[in-house]
């Protein structure tokens, strides 16, 4: 239904989906994509995964454990989203007459 989307980016969002979500499941995994790459970049600018004597520690260790979070968080998105596919195959299946829509 057109009134179920997600509040910032308003796209419509699965019937079966009865979270109230920011933005929706692909905008999520974009901006957290996206944040990761920034992070990334950062973290390598600092030195990256490879500790030499030439790194400052007070830049390098902040930036890695924001990139170890970052990483830990998009994973988990993914898992939350394999979750929900599941569900919303599910609920398909059990509303065929609804799922051309969702």
């Known amino acids: 239904s057109p009134s179920h989307v997600s509040t910032k980016c ?23 994509l996206e944040f990761l790459d920034a992070i ?20 390098h260790r902040p930036l890695r454990s924001a990139w170890h979070m970052a990483r830990r968080d998009h994973e988990r998105t993914l898992e939350e989203h394999r979750t929900v596919a599941f569900h919303e195959r599910t609920w398909e299946v059990q509303n065929p007459a609804c799922a051309p829509a969702a």
């Not at 308003?10 to 957290?32: F, G, Q, W």
């Open 40 to 59: 990334t970049e950062a973290y390598k600018e600092a030195g990256g995964p490879r500790f030499t004597r030439d790194v400052d520690p007070e830049r």
């Open 10 to 32: 308003s796209h419509s969002l699965h019937p079966s989906d009865t979270r109230v979500d920011a933005y929706c499941p692909i905008c999520r995994v974009v901006m957290e």
